[in-house]
């Protein structure tokens, strides 16, 4: 008997002010999708996904040197980790308007483990979360 993998199709809807700030996010999106792919875990430590990013969006992250001074979540290695081994495929951005667009993905299972490391990948490119289908 095969088993079959079900698929369900999830969103984070955001609006945004420049439509750069969309192509900036499904640019990281797409690489590191194809990166994970590959399934090489060690991808994750090299250092051009800083190049991604903004400084202002770099400091969003703590930095063992800084933990008692900084109250973020996420430092940018277990970020990405996280990325990396959520149970869904990263599938790009989809602009519904001119003020409008989705982060989509497809989860591999249910529970597949939350989206807190996307909703903070969102963030990250300055856009505001309304609504999400996960």
């Known amino acids: 008997m095969k088993v ?12 945004y002010q420049y439509q750069n700030q969309v192509e ?3 640019k990281f999106v797409l690489d590191f999708q194809k990166e994970k ?5 060690e991808m994750m430590e090299d250092k051009k996904w800083l190049g991604y990013f903004n400084q202002s969006s770099l400091e969003e992250f703590f930095y063992w040197g ?3 001074e900084n109250s973020n979540q996420w430092d940018f290695e277990s970020w990405l980790d996280a990325i990396y081994n959520g149970e869904y495929q990263l599938q790009g951005c989809m602009i519904i308007s001119d003020t409008t667009a989705r982060l989509k993905y497809a989860a591999w ?4 483990g939350g989206a807190d490391c996307l909703r ?3 963030q990250l490119f300055g856009l505001t979360i309304i609504k999400e289908e996960v």
């Open 4 to 15: 079959g993998i079900f698929i369900f199709p999830c969103y984070i809807e955001f609006s």
């Open 24 to 26: 900036q996010l499904e």
């Open 37 to 41: 792919d590959k399934q090489e875990p």
């Open 66 to 68: 800084d933990w008692a």
């Open 109 to 112: 299972a249910w529970p597949y």
């Open 120 to 122: 903070h990948l969102v």
